[in-house]
T-cell receptor, first 113, second 117 residues
Framework: TQLLEQSPQFLSIQEGENLTVYCNSS?????LQWYRQEPGEGPVLLVTVVTGGEVKKLKRLTFQFGDARKDSSLHITAAQPGDTGLYLCAGVGQTDSWGKLQFGAGTQVVVTP | DSGVTQTPKHLITATGQRVTLRCSPR?????VYWYQQSLDQGLQFLIQYYNGEERAKGNILERFSAQQFPDLHSELNLSSLELGDSALYFC????????????????FGPGTRLTVL
């Protein structure tokens, strides 16, 4: 059972369009991380958010942590083919005293030229 | 390149066999984590070690075991292998092993693809 639910599961868009991926839970997380994974490779860390309501920007990517620290979103502006990949959110639960990351199932993003 | 290394890259073996996967964490990282990724289960946390000591356990099967050595590299041992154990196995490392913030950020290795025939 996935504690973190991601939506949509799959997203296919044209280059230049915007997209948003959501990560939701009924549990509170101490911190939440977003990763991008390409086929056959390990997940690559994009960002860590810690404070409720926090917004972080990484070039064309904007990450937001919900006020209650139960949800997060990733927004990509003017998507490029290089943004193609599996986007995973992962959180450390409040009751997990060590770094036991719980992952969502992921959102597969495909950006076509 | 995350700085985490894993060997071997690919492993093909038969049911009932035993294999060992190896991981070297980033320089300076004390914590090592093992994850299993399969198509139907996604990325699942198996176990965490911090400075040689087991710190957290996920849904790791009794047939699986791990350890972290004094030089901080780690090995994941999988025994009595079954077809369902075929998956990608990832190792990750972080500076520390708890709390929030950048000291707990986990960096993943390239993985070992295990195929059980």
């Amino acid at each position: 059972t996935q504690l973190l639910e991601q939506s949509p599961q799959f997203l296919s868009i044209q280059e230049g369009e915007n997209l948003t991926v959501y990560c939701n839970s009924s549990s509170v997380f101490s911190s939440l991380q977003w990763y991008r994974q390409e086929p056959g490779e390990g997940p690559v860390l994009l960002v860590t958010v810690v404070t409720g309501g926090e917004v972080k920007k990484l070039k064309r990517l904007t990450f937001q942590f919900g006020d209650a620290r139960k949800d997060s979103s990733l927004h990509i502006t003017a998507a490029q083919p290089g943004d193609t990949g599996l986007y995973l959110c992962a959180g450390v639960g409040q009751t997990d005293s060590w770094g036991k990351l719980q992952f969502g199932a992921g959102t597969q993003v495909v950006v076509t030229p | 390149d995350s700085g985490v290394t894993q060997t071997p890259k690919h492993l093909i073996t038969a049911t009932g066999q035993r294999v060992t996967l190896r991981c070297s964490p980033r320089s300076g990282d004390l914590s090592v984590y093992w994850y299993q990724q399969s198509l139907d289960q996604g990325l699942q946390f198996l176990i965490q070690y911090y400075n040689g000591e087991e710190r957290a356990k996920g849904n790791i099967l009794e047939r699986f075991s791990a350890q972290q050595f004094p030089d901080l590299h780690s090995e994941l041992n999988l025994s009595s292998l079954e077809l369902g154990d075929s998956a990608l196995y990832f190792c990750a490392s972080s500076v520390v092993g708890g709390g929030t913030g950048i000291m707990n950020e986990q960096f993943f290795g390239p993985g070992t693809r295990l195929t059980v025939l």
